[in-house]
């Protein structure tokens, strides 16, 4: 004789035990999941944020907190090129420290590194936070400037001359100015800054040279006296 269904223990309500039993072990098992799922994306955010500081860590010199050179100029290639796209034009400084050699002969490197470190800080205080800054050599720094023309930027970096002086008188820094010419290469552009600084050395020098009596001074190209 066949069970009644309707009555407890009958034969339909225990064929439904092992459906709910196995629905119960997948919901546990959908939960166990969920969690190590949770846990993992956690762990791959962690390490993700851990590579881009140790990225940020390995790309900024510690010194002086500039870009370091290779990826200064990367960064620096990317901003030229959104300038040319955008057309608004950049314009690069490029700073030498001058006497730092002198400084680490005479009074040690641990001096040479307060300079630098001067210097940087500096430069940032009279840049945009969005400006590439990069450390080029061991006392020389590119600054990329967008947006900008080759006057303000003169403007800017003339008064981080004399904000370093008002700190030290002897601690001084030569620059050269270049503004990109559409389709112009990162490395043509440093040139022509360079250029520009090795004018401005010399330029000074003949100054120097005037008051002691020594050399006659001559506009530079494209100056009026």
Known sequence: MAS??????GADAYSTRPRRSRARRDWAQAAVDRAAAARELAEAVRLRMQAADDLKSAATDEL??????????EEASR??????????????????????????????????????ERVGETIRAHIRPYDVIVRYGGDEFVCA???????????????????????????????????AVMGESLEALIARADADLLDARR????????????VRLEPRRGEVR
Do not use: C
């Open 4 to 9: 009644d269904p309707d009555q407890p223990g």
């Open 64 to 73: 002086t907190g500039a870009w370091v050179r290779k990826f200064g100029l």
């Open 79 to 116: 901003e030229l090129a959104r300038a040319y796209r955008t057309d608004v034009g950049l314009a690069l400084a490029f700073v030498d420290v001058d006497g730092l050699k002198q400084v680490n002969d005479s009074r040690g490197h641990p001096a040479g590194d307060t300079l630098l």
């Open 145 to 179: 400037m967008s947006a900008l023309g080759a006057l303000e930027a003169r403007e800017r970096f003339d008064n981080v001359a004399e904000a370093l002086r008002k700190v030290d008188p002897k601690h001084s820094v030569t620059f050269g100015i270049a503004e």
């Open 203 to 214: 330029f000074r020098r003949r100054i120097a040279g005037g008051r002691s009596g020594a």
